[in-house]
């Protein structure tokens, strides 16, 4: 569009002139967008747009910029501006620093400025022809007189007169202020004075800022500064920016143990997989700390550019999940366990149960249990597992050639198929229905229904008088009494009884000497080793483990002495069985006897440094 009326070239006629249209007009070429993106409809931008091969991601200061058409009201200001401002910058369109605004929120706000800026632009626009058509009504009144139809020039070349200069339009500059949907930022775009019109000042500004009420958050060094700035017109600037809310984060709860427990199997240095440990449960100790509250934080109010608050969400508080067997500490921030045993999370709530309930088998399923309560196993303990617990053991079906271990009584109700490799060790009582070919340490008493080549070490009394009540085959130490209807077989099968002591402590104390024996030759070695420095740390560690071995050793010691003269007070340790068949090897004390016939009644005890069968 071009505009060749002389009275457009003097609209603005207050600016320099330094650079050529052309120029001007390549320039904006240049940030144009190329047609075929456009459909053929020239777009004027500000700055350039690469077009990618590929749609990429759309830049942020792309999607803030607001791009109008050339035949925009907008645009056309502009050109006519440039018609004798050709210096002038290009035009500025961009809602910078709304980075908490959604891409959705953008197109919306860039939507309203479209509209306004459209109604500012249209109605200056409009503005000029009125003005210029008035002033060309005014020269004409006065230079043609009345009655004649005359041109003015030739009216006045009749009269003797020149010709009067037409007056200049004045047109002020224009500001026009944009402020967002939610009031949060307040922005500036001016259109430059027309004719003789007074350029911006500080109180047009002040005057705009006034009448749309913006009190909060205003630049006033970029105020101060914009009258004389060089891209003072068509420019669009951010003058005021409100304070925004700071909502309030709610409170959360911070565990300390897991919510949902998985099977996760244990891999060794070397990339094996161990099936048998699943880790699947939690044990948790008294006054542990289950969980705890981490304080909500307070929000900060808003203010928008018109001075109005916008009110804060205040963050909520968090509740401690507490289940059964659980407490709130006193200063109501953290969640402890009032007992030992096992840690769930179920309905919402934590909770300690000192009972790890197991609805099947002990198997590849549940993995090797490990718990610091009490353990009901509602079905069997397959071989190659092990249990483990600091409480009662409670096994509904049978132990196979698995290791057990309770920290209280070990109870199996369809007994125990050991292979020769079941460790079942309690301390406190053992109760089976049967127990074969494995090896018991029982810190109690032990009852059983039958026992078959067993190595049994008892600290109790080994009961053994229910069902057919038979010991056959094996070893069997107690530290104080051995009560079963029968012991040995007709076959004579060879039976190993042992009364007094303290079998457990005395076969650790075995397994400690057969350690220390160990070291000792171990250390041996080393000494006639050439000297190093792996020698003198490797003989280090051998003296510091001897001497701890040996300080155990004689603790053991001292334990059993005690233990022998409190049984002597008690009138010592005794056997008592209906039948016993030859074969049975009986040791009390120092004193061993084997017995060749078959006898019954049995009572036999120490008498004098002899057992005697009474």
Not at 100 to 120: G, P, V
Not at 481 to 498: L, P
């Amino acid at each position: 569009m071009e505009f060749k009326n002389p009275f457009w070239n003097r609209l603005f006629s207050s600016f320099s002139k330094e650079s050529s249209k052309e120029q001007v007009q390549s320039d904006t070429e240049e940030q144009r967008v190329p047609e075929e993106s456009q459909a053929g409809e020239g777009h004027l931008v500000t700055e350039e747009q690469p077009v990618p091969d590929a749609p990429p991601v759309v830049p942020r200061d792309v999607l803030s910029q607001l791009v109008l058409p050339l035949e925009h009201p907008f645009i056309l200001l502009y050109e006519l501006w440039t018609e004798e401002n050709e210096d002038a910058p290009l035009p500025h369109l961009r809602l910078e620093n709304l980075e908490d605004h959604s891409e959705e929120a953008m197109e919306r706000e860039l939507a309203r400025l479209r509209k306004e800026i459209t109604a500012a632009a249209t109605s200056r626009l409009e503005e000029i022809p009125e003005k210029l058509e008035e002033d060309v009504q005014t020269v004409e009144e006065k230079t043609v007189p009345e009655g004649e139809d005359a041109g003015p020039s030739e009216a006045l070349e009749e009269e003797g007169q020149e010709e009067p200069e037409v007056l200049p339009i004045a047109m002020d500059a224009l500001p026009m202020m944009y402020v967002t949907s939610d009031s949060m930022a307040a922005w500036l775009v001016v259109f430059p004075p027309v004719g003789q019109g007074r350029p911006l000042d500080r109180s047009m500004l002040d005057e705009v800022i006034k009448k749309h009420n913006i009190t909060y958050g205003l630049d006033t060094k970029l105020i101060d500064s914009l009258p004389d700035a060089p891209d003072r017109y068509f420019h669009l600037f951010m003058i005021a920016k409100g304070q925004p809310v700071i909502h309030g984060k709610d409170g959360y709860v911070e565990d300390f143990f897991k919510r949902s427990v998985k099977q996760k199997f244990a891999e060794d240095e070397h990339g094996r997989i161990d099936y048998f440990h699943l880790n699947l449960v939690q044990n948790i100790e008294k006054d542990d700390v289950i969980c705890q509250i981490v304080p909500p934080v307070e929000g900060i109010p808003g203010r928008t550019v018109l001075d109005q608050e916008i009110p804060c969400k205040p963050g909520k508080e968090a509740r401690l999940p507490k289940g059964r067997n659980t407490v709130i500490s006193e200063d109501g921030l953290k969640l402890l366990a009032m007992k030992s045993g096992r840690l769930e999370f179920s309905d919402k709530v934590f909770k300690v149960k000192s009972v790890l309930e197991i609805s099947g088998n002990v198997d590849f399923s549940t993995g090797n249990i490990n718990f610091v309560g009490d353990v009901h196993i509602h079905g069997d303990v397959s071989g190659g597992f092990s249990v483990k617990t600091v409480g009662d053991i409670t096994v509904d079906g049978v132990v196979e050639a698995a290791e057990m271990e309770a920290g209280g009584d070990l109870i199996v109700a369809k007994g125990i198929l050991g292979d020769s490799r079941a460790v079942i060790r309690a301390h406190h009582d053992i109760y089976a229905k049967y127990i074969e070919n494995c090896t018991v340490h029982s810190r109690g008493n032990l009852q059983t229904d039958c026992m078959v080549n067993c190595n049994v070490y008892c600290d109790g009394e080994v009961h053994i008088r229910t069902g057919r009540g038979i010991i056959v085959g094996g070893r069997i130490s107690a530290a104080q009494r051995i009560d079963a209807k029968i012991i040995g077989s007709k076959s004579e099968s060879v039976t190993y009884i042992t009364l007094g002591g303290q079998p457990c402590a005395n076969y650790e104390r075995a397994i400690l000497e057969e350690e220390i024996r160990t070291m000792e030759a171990e250390l041996e070695k080393i000494e006639r080793q050439p000297d190093s420095p792996a020698k003198a740390q490797r003989m280090g560690k051998l003296r510091l483990d001897l001497s701890i071995g040996r300080m155990k050793l004689g603790q053991f010691d001292k334990e059993l002495k005690k233990l022998k003269e409190r049984l002597d007070a008690q009138g010592g340790c005794k056997l008592k069985c209906d039948i016993a068949y030859p074969g049975m090897v009986l040791t009390i004390g120092e004193a061993t006897m084997h017995l060749t016939k078959e006898t019954s009644s049995v009572n036999a005890r120490m008498f004098d440094g002899e057992i005697l069968l009474l």
